[in-house]
């Protein structure tokens, strides 16, 4: 895994494509969110043979957030079999990416262990693995920020439990698990949604 930032005064941004030093303009999937944004640094890095761009950026206003839609409370009951349970009854299925990929993963990293080192096929097979891995992270971080995001922009007060992850990941036979359904991830992303649409996240002991 590659990366390297570049400061402000490096690039450009036009709509949805960005000037790359000694690049030039490459073109991105979509256009900056925020129009009103100040651009602070630009990183690009490199997962299997894909390359993605990340943009910090600076709010001037978040006026253009709308409130929770329902100015109500809800709780939160993370789990493995069910990525989330609501108490008010919305249920969230867990993709559970990593467990429906690991028969192919494990026939190819079979494959590779038998694979002469240093030869063509092997180095196939790396980049082959790298891109089975870079599409579990992404189907389970689609599945948390479609639940983060609902979360936010539907209540304005939200309750999860403090899970002791770090001890539950230390159990071999759950950290698997764990860490397929994304528990850091989800909390991560719920506590900045909440704060720009304006919302309160309760983490109960």
């Known amino acids: ?71 109500g409370r809800v709780g939160v009951d993370l789990g493995i079999l069910k990525m989330a349970v609501l108490s008010d009854g919305h249920v969230f299925e867990a993709p559970m990416p990593l467990k429906h990929a690991l028969a192919r993963l494990k026939i190819l990293q079979e494959i590779m262990s038998r694979a002469k080192r240093g030869s063509r096929n092997r180095q196939k097979l790396r980049v082959r693995i790298a891109r ?3 599409r579990i992270a992404n189907i389970r971080s689609h599945a948390i920020h ?22 539950m990941m230390a159990n071999h036979h759950l950290a698997r698990a764990i860490g397929d359904v994304g528990f850091y991830e989800f909390r991560r992303q719920l506590e900045y949604k909440m ?3 304006g919302g309160l996240l309760v983490v109960a002991p």
């Open 132 to 134: 089975l891995h870079r």
């Open 146 to 167: 479609k639940l983060t995001a609902f979360l936010a922009s539907n209540y304005s007060e939200v309750v999860i439990e403090d899970l002791n992850v770090k001890g």
């Open 1 to 71: 895994h590659d990366s390297f930032t570049i400061s402000n005064d490096q690039i450009k941004i036009e709509g949805s494509r960005i000037r790359i030093p000694n690049l030039g303009w490459v073109r991105m999937c979509e256009p900056l969110r925020f129009k009103d944004a100040k651009v602070l640094s630009v990183t690009i890095s490199r997962g299997a043979d894909d390359w993605y761009v990340s943009i910090s950026c600076e709010l001037t206003s978040l006026t253009h957030l709308k409130p929770a839609k329902n100015q």
């Open 195 to 197: 704060a720009l649409r």
